[in-house]
C-alpha cells in the first residue's frame, strides 16, 4: 500500500490558509499555489540518492554529495495542476515536463482524456503528477494510468487539498504511487467539491470565474 504524507510545516500550513480564503486576488491566489508546490517539492524529494563527486573549492580538493543523477518530470494534469509546475521548476530546473488533459463529466463526475503528451524518456524519470485537489480521485487515478500505459515507473501524486474518498480510491487503484498532501480535508459534498476545501482551483489560478 502506498504511504500518504501530510505536512505539517508552519509555512504550508499558513499558505493553505490563505489561499482557502474566497477574498485571496487570483494574482495572489497563484503565487501561494506556486510557493506552496515549492515547499512540497523540497520535503517529498528528501530521499532522491546521492553519492561522492570529488571537486576542487578555491582551498582545496574536496568529496561532497550531490544527485546521482536520477532525472525527474513533473506531469500536470490540465489545467490547475499547472499551477504547481513552477514551484516544482524553482528547485528542479532540468526536470522534464509532461501534460495530461482531462475534464470531468459534471454529472458523473468521471473524467475523459483530451491530451497526453510525456517526454520520451519518462520510464527513467521520478514522475511528480500534480493536481491541486484529489476530490473522488478519478482524475488523478486516470493520469497516472495515461503515464503508466506510457512506459512511467517511479511515480507520486503531489496536491494541495485531498479528501479522504480520494485518496481511498488512489490508494485502491494504485497501492505503489505514494501521495503528498498539503491539507487533508473533510470530506467530498453532494456535487463533488471537497469541504471546507477552496473552491475551484483551476477558476481562482487562472481568473475565469
Known amino acids: 500500500m502506498s504511504k500518504v504524507y501530510v505536512f505539517d510545516h508552519p509555512l504550508i500550513q499558513h499558505k493553505v490558509a490563505m489561499i482557502r480564503d474566497k477574498n485571496t486576488t487570483t494574482k495572489d491566489f497563484r503565487q501561494l499555489?506556486?510557493?506552496?508546490?515549492?515547499?512540497?517539492?523540497?520535503?517529498?524529494?528528501?530521499?532522491?540518492?546521492?553519492?561522492?563527486?570529488?571537486?576542487?573549492?578555491?582551498?582545496?580538493?574536496?568529496?561532497?554529495?550531490m544527485l546521482s543523477g536520477e532525472d525527474v518530470a513533473v506531469v500536470p494534469i490540465l489545467r490547475a495542476g499547472l499551477g504547481m509546475v513552477d514551484g516544482v521548476l524553482e528547485l528542479i530546473p532540468?526536470?522534464?515536463?509532461?501534460?495530461?488533459?482531462?475534464?470531468?463529466?459534471?454529472?458523473?463526475?468521471?473524467?475523459?482524456?483530451?491530451?497526453?503528451?510525456?517526454?520520451?524518456?519518462?520510464?527513467?524519470?521520478?514522475?511528480?503528477?500534480?493536481?491541486p485537489m484529489l476530490a473522488t480521485g478519478g482524475s488523478a487515478v486516470a493520469a497516472i494510468d495515461f503515464v503508466k500505459e506510457r512506459g512511467g515507473k517511479d511515480i507520486?501524486?503531489?496536491?494541495?487539498?485531498?479528501?479522504?474518498?480520494?485518496?481511498?480510491?488512489?490508494?485502491?487503484?494504485?497501492?505503489?504511487?505514494?501521495?503528498?498532501?498539503?491539507?487533508?480535508?473533510?470530506?467530498?459534498?453532494?456535487?463533488?467539491?471537497?469541504?471546507?476545501?477552496?473552491?475551484?482551483?483551476g477558476d481562482r489560478i487562472f481568473g475565469t470565474k
Open 94 to 131: 532540468n526536470a522534464k515536463v509532461g501534460h495530461i488533459g482531462l475534464y470531468r463529466d459534471p454529472v458523473t463526475h468521471e473524467p475523459h482524456e483530451y491530451y497526453c503528451k510525456m517526454p520520451e524518456d519518462i520510464d527513467k524519470r521520478r514522475i511528480f503528477v500534480t493536481d
Open 33 to 65: 499555489v506556486k510557493e506552496i508546490a515549492m515547499l512540497m517539492t523540497f520535503e517529498s524529494t528528501r530521499d532522491l540518492k546521492l553519492e561522492d563527486k570529488t571537486i576542487e573549492t578555491p582551498i582545496c580538493e574536496t568529496t561532497v554529495k
Open 156 to 201: 507520486v501524486f503531489m496536491c494541495l487539498i485531498a479528501a479522504p474518498e480520494g485518496i481511498a480510491v488512489l490508494q485502491e487503484k494504485h497501492p505503489d504511487v505514494d501521495i503528498y498532501i498539503a491539507a487533508k480535508d473533510e470530506c467530498l459534498n453532494e456535487n463533488a467539491y471537497i469541504v471546507p476545501g477552496l473552491g475551484d482551483a
